[in-house]
């Protein structure tokens, strides 16, 4: 009978490994964030041999793989995504680290510190209701992710843990946080997704486009730097929340642009028409993204 059970589980057991592996860190608890939570997905292949893989950090790592854990019932995929694209020889095989949103905080650690230092009138009063008064900690989060998360997944894990073979990526909020660690951080990551990056800041009001544009291009002016290898993509839909997004892009891609960024090489950035602002529609488009993001040139 024990071995009639064994036979019977082993099958599931070598489909599961053939899906990738889910790793849960429930409980981190770094100093100055809220607490964190990270869901670790080793791709097929990871347990039975020695190579090492490329990482992609991911923000709202909730959103990612499982609907029974998604804030809307809605998922990016991520681990079906990359699975097709491997198989299919098109990109590398990637470790994928999801750092799930803290709840409430989601926004005061996504926020990059700067935008709220600049802000002004009701940008700035905007953004406190936002906070709900509490302190930005984005500088403090994109720290812990840098110097502290990645070194343990570094140790943890057989990873290639040079810039070039880091990715950073996320949606919204967690799209110009991306843009911000790439800019802030090109010591760590090499590649940043910028999925429907929400530029507005706040509520996209018309009256404040012009301080928040006015915001990102002098930071971008000043810490963006010339690519030397880096690769970033940035897009967003027509629909819902996205239909605000595109002058702020353009503003954006124009700031590349002067810093000597080349379309198309060192950075992308593209319109979905009809494309919403929701998980679905990231998930949608996520092939496409990670294709030109990781693959080989």
């Keep these: 009978m024990l071995a ?12 599961a490994l053939e899906q990738g592996r889910f790793v849960e860190w429930e409980r981190i608890v770094p ?34 793989f499982d609907l029974e854990n998604s804030n809307f019932q809605k998922i990016w995929e991520a681990d079906t995504a990359m699975l097709k694209l491997v198989r299919d020889e098109v990109i590398e095989p990637h470790i994928i680290v999801g750092i799930w949103a803290p709840g409430e905080d989601r926004y005061r650690q996504y ?7 600049q802000a002004r009138g009701d940008l700035a009063a905007s953004m406190r209701e936002n906070t709900m008064g509490r302190p930005v900690v984005s500088a403090r989060y994109l720290e812990w992710i840098a110097d502290e998360l990645k070194p343990r997944i570094d140790t943890e ?19 110009i946080m991306s843009c911000y660690a790439i800019a802030a951080r090109p010591d760590v990551f090499g590649k940043a997704g910028c999925v429907s990056s929400h530029w507005p800041i706040a509520l996209p ?17 000043e810490n963006l730097g010339e690519p030397k290898g880096r690769r970033i993509w940035m897009d967003h839909g027509t629909a819902t929340l ?15 642009e002067q810093a000597g960024w080349i379309r198309g090489q060192d950075f992308e950035s593209r319109s ?8 679905n529609a990231w998930a949608d488009r996520l092939p496409e993204i990670l294709t030109w993001l990781l693959s080989e040139r």
């Excluded at 926020?111 to 230092?117: D, I, K, N, S």
């Excluded at 009001?205 to 002016?221: D, G, L, P, S, V």
């Excluded at 979905?272 to 998980?279: F, K």
């Design 4 to 15: 009639l059970a064994l036979a019977a589980c082993a099958p599931a057991q070598t489909a």
């Design 31 to 64: 100093e100055g964030l809220p607490d964190q939570r990270v869901t670790i997905w080793l791709p097929e292949g990871y347990d039975t041999s020695e190579r090492r893989y490329r990482v992609l950090y991911m923000h709202d790592g909730h959103n990612l």
């Design 111 to 117: 926020l990059p510190q700067f935008v709220e230092e």
């Design 157 to 175: 894990y057989r990873t290639r843990s040079g810039a070039q073979d880091t990715a950073i990526m996320g949606s919204s909020m967690g799209g």
């Design 205 to 221: 009001a018309e009256a404040e486009r012009e301080q928040a544009t006015r915001i990102w291009t002098n930071w971008f002016a």
């Design 242 to 256: 996205d239909a605000y997004y595109p002058p702020y892009q353009a503003a954006v891609d124009e700031a590349f």
């Design 272 to 279: 979905y028409e009809g494309a919403e602002h929701d998980e």
